[in-house]
């Protein structure tokens, strides 16, 4: 496949630009040519999404709703195609790929309604004389750049209410999964969404840099790495107006209660752990155990996964050589008897990045194992005693993006899960998604919240309550509960 970067409606000619290989991470192949795009290409994609403001931001919501409604169908038409590029283009399993185009265009239909029974808000002055009401305006050019783990599900989520609020933007894919970002820009042309409205360009981190830093940017939509998101803070420090939202990295701890159900909570903490062979940011990749149950739970827990994550049947490959090599190097820090589960897997893959799932053993909290972000099939055990103690060893950690609480106990459900420091906090479940319900996480997994509502924060100026929502984000971080009334 040649890949080529979708600007101002119309696929680029093959660019002078240099080009650079995708291959299929199970297979080690060749699949797709694609561009790096040179300043100037960011440059012309930017002037046509500010060329394409005006006229897109006055377009009425129904409108607007009804684009992003025939995106939807539009994928749905496709989905398979979708599905079996997103498997050969990151490594996952065909099935996990549907559920991502699944939820893809989940994004689409949700911002297509959720801009029609819109509200807003209005107050009246203490004296009564004077009417408030709060007025949301687009705010302009938004660079839109995703990670690689869950190409099309994450673009998306920033694609389809950057549109459903008036706004244009660039897109920018990671440079390792740019193939469905493409048959998306497809779709594009198919529904004829207007010249310039969302432009999609490809290249690796030089091309986003790029990107944030043009001067008719206004904000940026973000999902990757903590260092990414930093530099994408300093690279933006003097460009004051640039909104920024950033969803980082994460190290997220589940918890597991003596009165948990043991077999649902074995396999709610199994999927936490390796669905997507562990390259999820919200993966709850170190298991706290009470101690009562820790033998009991561990067991079941090593011969449920053993049966289950199959490589190359129920778990995909690994992304890239470089990121196999960097798991290996944090499993050959575990001690040999500290595998209860897999092991370091060969050096010098021939035939894809495949990696077994791993369970360790692990009684040092400050260990990379238990600190760092591996981002694979990789996951660590530990008892804890107390309450207070799970709590502690949960929070000790620089990410606070998300935790699994696994308990029957309703008062310790709040009692635990407001003392935690992540910005979403499942209960019973993982990786339920309300697309109202804000997302973000805390300490270094990022700033800002996305979804629903909260989002519109992101897209919008505030022109009558700023100081108000303001206040809001500054003082208070949101823990969001979905707890799960079926276990
Ligand atoms: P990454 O930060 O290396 O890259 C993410 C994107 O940023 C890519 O498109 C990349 O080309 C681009 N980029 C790189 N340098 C840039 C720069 N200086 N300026 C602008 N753009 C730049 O992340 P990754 O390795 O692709 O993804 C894995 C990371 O993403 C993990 O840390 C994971 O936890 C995180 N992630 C977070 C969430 C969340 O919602 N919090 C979701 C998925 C993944």
């Known amino acids: 496949m040649n890949i080529s970067n979708f600007i101002n409606g119309s696929h680029s000619s093959p660019s002078s630009s240099p080009s650079f290989s995708s ?17 100037q290409e960011i440059d012309l994609a930017v002037q046509a999404a500010h060329a394409a403001f005006p006229r897109w931001s006055a377009t009425s919501r129904a409108q607007r709703s009804a684009y992003l409604t025939a995106i939807a169908d539009a994928i749905h038409a496709r989905h398979e195609e979708f599905a079996v590029w997103e498997s050969r283009d990151q490594g996952k399993t065909l099935a996990r790929a549907r559920v991502e185009v699944d939820r893809a265009i989940a994004n689409f239909r949700y911002f297509a309604t959720f801009i029609l029974h819109e509200t807003s808000t209005a107050r009246f002055t203490p004296d009564e004389r004077v009417l408030t009401y709060e007025h949301r305006s687009a705010r302009g050019v938004f660079a839109l750049i995703s990670p690689w783990n869950m190409p099309l599900y994450l673009l998306t989520w920033k694609i389809a209410p950057c549109l459903a609020f008036g706004c244009t933007g660039v897109a920018k894919p990671s440079e390792l999964t740019s193939i469905t970002a493409y048959l998306l820009s497809e779709i594009f042309v198919q529904v004829r969404l207007p010249p310039g409205v969302m432009n999609i360009v490809y290249g690796d981190g030089s091309t986003g840099a790029d990107l944030v830093r043009h001067g008719f940017i206004q904000g940026i ?19 004051i107006q640039k909104h920024l939202s950033l969803e980082l990295g994460g190290k997220n701890a589940t918890i597991v209660f003596d009165d948990a159900d043991l077999d649902a909570a074995v ?11 562990g390259e999820i940011c919200l993966c709850g990749s170190r298991i706290y155990i009470h101690q009562s149950i820790y033998h009991q739970f561990v067991s079941k827990f090593v011969e449920h996964v053993s049966r289950t994550y199959i ?54 909290n400050q260990s990379p194992l238990c600190q760092e972000e591996i981002f694979g099939p990789v996951v660590t055990v530990s008892p804890f005693d107390t309450e207070e103690e799970a709590v502690s060893l949960a929070n000790d950690s620089k990410y606070g993006l998300a935790a699994i609480l696994l ?12 003392r935690l420091q992540a910005g979403l906090v499942w209960v019973n479940c993982w990786l339920v998604r ?40 500054i003082v208070c971080e949101a823990n969001i509960y979905l707890l799960n009334r079926d276990i």
Not at 23 to 32: K, V
Not at 228 to 235: A, E, F, K, L, N
């Open 267 to 277: 396999d709610v903490a199994a999927k936490a752990a390796f669905e997507n062979q």
């Open 434 to 473: 309300e697309l109202g319900t804000p997302f973000g996480g805390m300490k270094a997994s990022g700033v800002g919240r996305e979804g629903g509502s909260i989002l519109k924060m992101c897209f919008v100026w505030f022109v009558f309550c700023i100081a108000l929502c303001s206040m809001r984000c």
């Open 221 to 239: 939509s973000f999902t990757g790495g903590t260092q990414t998101g930093i530099r994408i803070r300093q690279d933006t420090a003097a460009d």
């Open 311 to 364: 490589p190359g049947d129920t778990l995909g490959a690994v992304i890239s050589l470089a990121h196999y090599n960097k798991i290996r190097s944090y499993l050959t820090l575990a001690k040999q008897e500290d595998f209860l589960l897999g092991g370091v897997p060969p050096e010098n893959p021939t035939n894809g990045y495949w990696i077994s799932p791993c369970i360790l053993k692990n009684n040092d």
């Open 407 to 418: 308990t029957k106990d309703g008062a310790r459900m709040r009692r635990v899960g407001e």
């Open 23 to 39: 291959i299929n991470p199970q297979t080690n192949e060749f699949i797709a040519s694609i561009p790096l795009s040179s300043s």
